[in-house]
Nanobody
Framework: QVQLVESGGGLVQAGGSLRLSCAAS????????MGWFRQAPGKEREFVAA????????YYSDSVNGRFTISRDNAKNTVYLQMNSLKVEDTAVYYC???????????????????WGQGTQVTVSS
């Protein structure tokens, strides 16, 4: 079992930055592909970013590519999402997710992820 706890959300003006963190329990963090998803009110949950087990490969949605950066520190059991140049449309609850141990599911679909955090609210004001 992997438990995930997000932090770092909040209220920020458009153009600002936030860094989300997701701390994972256990000793198997490096075995899991990690991802960030978000869900805005009235919308379906959508893929934001993902990272390979080693951190050597990263993947982004078109809407955040070039503005957001995902990274991980396997020694600290933590994955991060640095969000720059935030837009009002980035407002959502952001979820951290982990695939199963050594899973090779798609990075982009939420069905590939078996462990989820509780979410952290990000609100971008105009």
């Amino acid at each position: 079992q992997v438990q995930l706890v997000e932090s770092g959300g909040g209220l920020v003006q458009a153009g600002g930055s936030l860094r989300l963190s997701c701390a994972a329990s256990g000793r198997t963090f490096s075995r899991h592909r990690m991802g960030w998803f978000r869900q805005a009110p009235g919308k379906e949950r959508e893929f934001v970013a993902a990272i390979s087990r080693s951190g050597g490969s990263t993947y982004y949605s078109d809407s955040v590519n070039g503005r957001f950066t995902i990274s991980r520190d396997n020694a600290k059991n933590t994955v991060y999402l640095q969000m720059n140049s935030l837009k009002v449309e980035d407002t959502a609850v952001y979820y951290c997710a982990a695939q199963g141990s050594y899973s090779t599911g798609s990075y982009y679909t939420d069905r590939s992820y078996v462990y989820w955090g509780q979410g952290t609210q990000v609100t971008v004001s105009s």
